[in-house]
Nanobody, 123 residues
Framework: VQLQASGGGLVQAGGPLRLSCAASGRILSITAMSWYRQAPGKQRELVASITSGANINYADSLKGRFTISRDNAKNTVYLQMNSLKPEDTAVYYC??????????????????WGKGTQVTVSS
């Protein structure tokens, strides 16, 4: 099972960017998928999360600019980022709370992470 994030890049301040994260493998169920970010010298922080029932949570500072969505059929979560600011520059990671099959073992984890995608916002 793996998470593959994509969509990062270099964008000018005020511009948009859309990240995607697809989960693949022997997935049995996904409870929630989330986006985190980590800027240089800072701790990783929650950006937004969405459950299978579409309950959404955002970091207070990002409400109104970022939108998280999910395609359950594709096991994919998206993060639409608008009005980007230089302080949004970070590596963005997706996380999944899921249950999957590992050969004959059923694994439930909240700690599945993608490799991260770099977002750089220039001023």
């Amino acid at each position: 099972v793996q998470l593959q994030a994509s969509g990062g890049g270099l964008v000018q301040a005020g511009g948009p960017l859309r990240l995607s994260c697809a989960a693949s493998g022997r997935i049995l169920s996904i409870t929630a998928m989330s986006w985190y970010r980590q800027a240089p010298g800072k701790q990783r922080e929650l950006v937004a999360s969405i459950t299978s029932g579409a309950n959404i949570n955002y970091a207070d500072s990002l409400k109104g600019r970022f939108t998280i969505s999910r395609d359950n059929a594709k096991n994919t979560v998206y993060l639409q980022m608008n009005s980007l600011k230089p302080e949004d520059t970070a590596v963005y990671y997706c996380n999944a709370d899921m249950t999957y099959s590992d050969y004959d073992v059923i694994v439930a984890t909240k700690d599945l992470w993608g490799k991260g995608t770099q977002v750089t916002v220039s001023s």
